[in-house]
């Protein structure tokens, strides 16, 4: 099939939103947005049919735009749209709607224990198990297609109510009873089987409206025609919406995803882990274009005020690393802020000159940073921040920081053997299923290495505790039940001090390292273990964070241990009261089978994730290195903080870097670049083959690629935003 055979949401890449305001109507010059189109040469546009706001005269019992009167600025769009050839999707947003709906239909919407409607602001909340759902807005999607035959349809805030509050309509009541032959839970409560039944159903309602809703576009408009729900790329935030990633990602054949900027304390890297991960599910062969806001997102918000260009357009090369394809956006169709129309165009120019490269390859990585929606919820409970995301965001932070190539991996899809990902890193995966569990027993006994953290496997899918570790035999160590410490940051007043603690690394070396004695320093005894390389300077470093009080079995090597906390003010009081200790901070072992296994009962992954301190990630990636062997398919020396992702395409390879050397990329927003370089790429011989040119997209130059002994070297001169290296 060429790429012209193929269907619509294969092959357009590049969209455009001016996402309608209720004046706009009055105000929309669709000439000059036809010539923006064709100026950032975007192949389709989301254009505002209906919803809680129709721009069109419906026929149904929609809130018609304050200003439309009998205007139809809706199919106006879709008729100059399809003049320039553009693929178009009807957007509509249906969680809420103006009163006189509610007036007529109360039947439809959400309540609370007192029989009180839900509202946001003036708007009335609906509910997702009643006829508003499951009769109107298929009615709404029926209209817009006859009356405009879209491509598609793609819908804001579809997935109804979050978690945050219980729905206590009679269509819930019914409809839980009948499922589950219980009553609704009065109030969130993670101990009760009826409370976590609730969550479950609420998952399973998602996915059956997002089914119906495709079902009812494609009868409507033909199997072509998509029913295409936005989605976000933080995994915390689908959970809070009742968004199965997996199962709803899997069933997307393009997924629009409302991933529009950074927040902290993520940053732009989040935006290249979050395609790599719905990728890994969707497959790298769909097209994910991603909303890239133009306003000025974050705190404040200025909806109307133009967001830097660089900040912008960082976010969107991240996306690029990652296969993720650039969707424009703004707030309405007039500004006054006119600096944000002049953002999208280079980047979209620089996008369509490369598109060949961009898609359709796979990544090529060492590491499989393993990842559940069931640990996010039953697990992190309302703590899934602090016990699940920080840990997953220090593991991915020391990847890149070391620039070890990484998939985010679904454990349920554990692979069976390490063919593509020598090493699994469990970043705190506490709530694991016995078959996860098999799967990843079987991993290793394939060859396969492991790197795990905090209380990965000590609870069950539901987040009841296990009396030890399920892969206690793998870790080769056990759970007591104990622990010192605590997931959060604390109370930072000196005067109390639970997270002064330290981590003692062995052997002890300071007996022959520059600094003042005492006269009975240890004399060391053997060489440090690879993965505390880089720290022979130091026998104690800082922790500050929570260690699992373990018992280590007899063929592993205890690599560091704990020492409690002690003052830390006035400086006088600030000595060791108990300098050692027995307990197991870092664990490694050999398995019988060729892997490695490493074992981290002290959360250094957390603690990285939260407080950046550089020894907590350098240990975190050393454990991965050492698990695979320091067998890495692309090495990159140079300084600066850079995000770089390496993938595989027919017979070349491609690796993305992403300059983030700037202090606004931990400070938002990121008003101007400082390039590095020059950047020197190494692809051993295992991995390079017979590949012997190299060529800078960004540069738009050829560079000299240079056959050594160790494989494959290319020095890339300088980066600014960002670059592209294709050797092939």
């Not at 149904?60 to 200003?67: D, E, I, N, S, V």
């Not at 996008?351 to 919820?377: C, F, K, M």
């Amino acid at each position: 099939m060429t790429e012209n055979q193929a269907p619509w949401y294969q092959r357009t890449y590049r969209w455009g939103q001016t996402n309608i305001t209720e004046i706009d109507p009055i105000r929309y010059d669709i000439p000059w947005w036809r010539e923006h189109w064709r100026r950032t040469r975007v192949q389709g546009v989301v254009i505002n049919a209906g919803g809680i706001v129709a721009y069109y005269p419906s026929k149904l019992q929609q809130h018609r735009a304050h200003f439309l009167g009998e205007r139809d600025l809706y199919g106006e769009l879709v008729q100059a749209a399809r003049e320039d050839g553009l693929a178009v999707l009807a957007r509509m947003d249906c969680n809420r709607t103006y009163e006189p709906l509610y007036n007529d239909h109360p039947e439809w919407y959400t309540r609370d224990a007192e029989g009180r409607p839900y509202r946001e602001g003036e708007l009335f909340v609906t509910c997702i198990n009643s006829p508003y759902y499951d009769w109107f807005i298929p009615a709404v999607i029926r209209e817009i297609i006859e009356r405009s035959h879209p491509d598609g349809l793609t819908d804001n805030s579809w997935s109804g109510m979050d978690r945050r509050r219980i729905c206590f309509c009679a269509n819930c009541e019914r409809k839980f009873r009948e499922a589950t032959g219980q009553r609704l839970p009065r109030a969130a409560d993670w101990n009760n089987p009826v409370y976590r039944q609730w969550i479950v159903w609420n998952y399973a309602r998602r996915v059956e409206v997002f089914d119906l809703f495709n079902r009812v576009s494609a009868e409507a408009g033909g199997p072509d025609c998509l029913y295409l729900a936005m989605m976000s790329g933080n995994v915390l935030h689908q959970s809070a919406r009742f968004r199965d990633c997996r199962a709803l990602f899997s069933r997307s054949k393009m997924l629009m995803l409302d991933h529009q900027s950074r927040t902290n304390p993520l940053g732009f890297t989040s935006n290249a882990e979050a395609g790599k991960l719905i990728h890994g599910i969707m497959g790298w062969d769909k097209v994910m274009p991603e909303s890239i806001a133009h306003y000025q997102g974050g705190v404040p918000t200025f909806r109307l005020g133009s967001k830097p260009a660089w900040e912008a357009r960082m976010w969107a090369v991240e996306g690029f690393a990652a296969g993720i394809t650039p969707w424009w956006h703004h707030i309405g169709a007039y500004h006054e802020d006119r600096r944000q129309y002049k953002t999208a165009e280079p980047i979209f120019r620089w996008h369509e000159a490369n598109e060949r490269y961009l898609l359709n390859r796979t990544p090529v990585a060492t590491v499989g940073i393993v990842w559940s929606q069931t640990n996010v919820d039953f697990y992190g409970r309302d703590a899934a921040e602090e016990r699940v995301a920080q840990p997953w965001q220090g593991a991915v932070q020391a990847m890149i920081r070391q620039r070890v190539q990484y998939v985010p991996v679904h454990a349920d899809d554990i692979p069976e053997a390490p063919v593509d990902v020598p090493v699994l890193l469990l970043p705190n995966l506490a709530a694991m299923s016995d078959t996860q569990c098999s799967a990843i027993r079987r991993y290793v006994e394939a060859g396969g290495s492991i790197v795990a953290t905090g209380e990965t496997s000590l609870y069950d899918e539901w987040g009841d505790r296990r009396p030890d570790f399920a892969l206690a035999d793998v870790f080769g160590v056990h759970a007591t039940g104990t622990h010192h410490g605590q997931t959060s940051a604390g109370d930072p007043s000196w005067e109390v001090f639970p997270r002064h603690s330290y981590l003692r690394l062995t052997p002890e070396l300071r007996a022959g390292v520059y600094g003042p004695k005492t006269g009975d320093e240890p004399e060391p005894v053997g060489k440090r273990h690879p993965i505390l390389r880089g720290l022979d300077e130091a026998d104690v470093i800082g922790f500050g964070g929570r260690l699992e009080v373990v018992y280590a079995g007899a063929e592993t090597e205890v690599l560091a241990t704990f020492v409690p906390p002690f003052p830390i003010y006035p400086p006088e009081t600030s000595w060791m009261r108990q300098p050692r200790t027995t307990l197991p901070a870092i664990v490694a072992r050999e398995a019988h089978q060729g892997g490695r296994v490493a074992y981290l009962a002290a959360d250094l992954d957390r603690c990285y994730g939260r407080d950046y301190q550089p020894d907590h990630g350098d240990i975190v990636a050393n454990a991965v290195r050492w698990a695979a062997r320091d067998d890495l398919p692309v090495e990159i020396e140079g300084r600066g903080y850079l995000d770089c992702h390496l993938y595989r395409q027919d017979e070349r390879l491609i690796l993305h870097i992403v300059n983030l050397t700037n202090p606004a990329a931990w400070r938002a927003p990121i008003s101007e670049l400082i390039p590095v370089g020059p950047i020197v790429v190494t692809v051993p011989a295992r991995f390079a083959g017979g590949l012997s040119r190299a060529s800078l997209l960004v540069a738009g130059a050829d560079v000299e690629a240079t056959r050594q002994e160790g494989g494959l070297r290319v020095v890339i001169p300088s980066v600014e935003l960002h670059e592209v290296v294709v050797l092939e």
